[in-house]
T-cell receptor
Framework: GENVEQHPSTLSVQEGDSAVIKCTYSDSASNYFPWYKQELGKRPQLIIDIRSNVGEKKDQRIAVTLNKTAKHFSLHITETQPEDSAVYFCAARSQGGSEKLVFGKGTKLTVNP | KAGVTQTPRYLIKTRGQQVTLSCSPISGHRSVSWYQQTPGQGLQFLFEYFSETQRNKGNFPGRFSGRQFSNSRSEMNVSTLELGDSALYLC????????????FGPGTRLTVT
């Protein structure tokens, strides 16, 4: 089955710097890759996603890139702010009519003022 | 539009008991997926329901079961609770047929003593 590896597990940056989180997946049939942000004690929130027919997607300070050949995708946050501090999860969805998402283990991002 | 809701938000049970958790999806969403979140294992897929039918199941023992009603509301049941079942149980809803985006509820925090 699908396996998703996420790195790093923790990331600390200074306010204003960029942050990059990387994920690799094992199932070449996976076609949908969302990113979720989870603040302490709250639900995971979908912040951006990308489908397999697109190489890059951007939404303000957040961007995601996908390399299907290498089977990896990355989250880029520019001009980080303290409110970006949270745990970020990547996930992959395989084809086959299932809504099952396989998640990475998460990256705890800390943005220091 | 109201988001995904889950009840109860917190539960304390003793080993051997059973528990039922409820999830109401976003209006119009017909797919409900359940996930277990623990510090050690992260987010793990339990099962998915669509049109009252289980479409996919994760690698959990048969003590974990669920169902979906005609109004798309879903319940999951855990019988013969074990200490290791202590976790945050999250449900997520989506349209499924054309839009992959899954939106999470606030979760039910289950503690087994």
């Amino acid at each position: 089955g699908e396996n998703v590896e996420q790195h790093p597990s923790t990331l600390s940056v200074q306010e204003g710097d960029s942050a990059v989180i990387k994920c690799t997946y094992s199932d070449s049939a996976s076609n949908y890759f969302p990113w979720y942000k989870q603040e302490l004690g709250k639900r995971p929130q979908l912040i951006i996603d990308i489908r397999s027919n697109v190489g890059e997607k951007k939404d303000q300070r957040i961007a995601v890139t996908l390399n299907k050949t290498a089977k990896h995708f990355s989250l880029h946050i520019t001009e980080t702010q303290p409110e970006d501090s949270a745990v970020y999860f990547c996930a992959a969805r395989s084809q086959g009519g299932s809504e099952k998402l396989v998640f990475g283990k998460g990256t705890k991002l800390t943005v220091n003022p | 539009k109201a988001g995904v809701t889950q009840t109860p938000r917190y539960l304390i049970k003793t080993r051997g008991q059973q528990v039922t958790l409820s999830c109401s999806p976003i209006s119009g969403h017909r797919s409900v997926s359940w996930y277990q979140q623990t510090p050690g294992q992260g987010l793990q897929f339990l099962f998915e329901y669509f049109s009252e039918t289980q479409r996919n199941k994760g690698n959990f023992p048969g003590r974990f079961s669920g169902r979906q009603f005609s109004n798309s509301r879903s319940e999951m049941n855990v019988s013969t609770l074990e200490l290791g079942d202590s976790a945050l149980y999250l449900c997520a809803s989506s349209f499924r047929t054309w839009n992959y985006e899954q939106y999470f509820g606030p979760g039910t925090r289950l503690t087994v003593t």
